[in-house]
């Protein structure tokens, strides 16, 4: 309750969602949450593949199936997200905004010790 009396209902805090930052977090592929799925024609290429994905540490999904054409649209875009950069953010979270990490509390008491 603040000291000052007025008519009318108390004011709602502004939602978290208006300081620019995004507390959800994004699921990536090749993770346990989002694996990569894989369809080859053989067992020796899964084989391969299984070696490829243990390097790297991504979860994968690999299925053989001598029908269909071979589908590695999800490596590709897992080694070519790993020849890029990784995104700088440049815009950095003032006292009163939420904390980036996520963790639902306010910069000057999460992180900005």
């Not at 993770?31 to 540490?57: C, H, W, Y």
Request: proline fraction near 4%.
């Amino acid at each position: 309750m603040s000291k000052f009396f007025y008519k009318g209902g108390s004011m709602k805090k502004p939602e978290h969602s208006s300081a620019g930052f995004s507390v959800s977090k994004t699921v990536r592929l090749g993770t346990d949450k989002a694996p990569a799925n894989i369809s080859v024609q053989t067992e020796e290429r899964k084989q391969e593949l299984i070696t490829v994905f243990s390097e790297n540490g991504w979860a994968s999904i690999i299925k053989v199936n001598m029908d269909q054409p071979e589908d590695i649209r999800d490596l590709e875009i897992l080694q070519n997200s790993q020849e890029s950069t990784a995104a700088i953010t440049t815009k950095k979270a003032n006292r009163n905004d939420p904390c980036p990490c996520g963790s639902g509390k306010k910069y000057k008491k999460c992180c900005g010790q």
